[in-house]
């Protein structure tokens, strides 16, 4: 994880429940945590059982799917096995290894590709890291 959401405000309705991806997916710097790997202070199906200590990183990140409202409910990351955030003008799509095609199905890939349309228009780009694989998506 290398970088916050624009807004850190949670979208009205959503709630990270039982999700633990952002705890898992992303590389930590500050926790020395590799990608694809839970952090050694995640409880899976909880949280963080060092939510007051926890680093910086952690405190500033909301995945896209909880703070932006125009990211659709089959985005909730522990539904479709994914993570989604921005990063400046990248949106990145983390994916779940266990899940390595999820990306490839609808209404999915065609979500991503209008992402990538309207990116684009605007000097952005989507990208999507499925385990070791790296795709640029394009919007057609
Ligand atoms: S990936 Fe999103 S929904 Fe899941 S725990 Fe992290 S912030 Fe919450
Ligand atoms: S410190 Fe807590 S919030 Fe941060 S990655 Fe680890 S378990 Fe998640």
Avoid at 14 to 41: H, M, Q, V
Avoid at 127 to 136: E, F
Wanted: a negative charge; glycine letters at 8%; hydrophobic letters at 40%.
């Amino acid at each position: 994880m290398t970088a916050v959401t624009d807004a850190a405000i949670v979208v009205t309705g959503r709630a990270c429940g039982s999700c633990t991806l952002c705890c898992y997916l992303p590389d930590i710097d500050e926790l020395d945590k590799p990608a694809n790997t839970f952090c050694r202070a995640c409880i899976a199906g909880k949280g963080c059982s060092a939510y007051e200590a926890r680093p910086t990183t952690c405190r500033d990140f909301l995945c896209a799917w909880m703070s932006d409202a125009r990211i659709d409910e089959a985005w909730e990351p522990a539904r479709c096995h994914m993570m989604v955030y921005r990063q400046g003008m990248q949106l990145t799509v983390l994916v779940d290894p266990q899940y390595p095609q999820a990306w490839c199905r609808e209404p999915y890939l065609g979500q991503l590709q209008a992402w990538a349309r309207q990116a684009r228009a605007e000097g952005g780009y989507v990208i999507v890291y499925a385990g070791d694989a790296l795709s640029v998506i394009a919007g057609d």
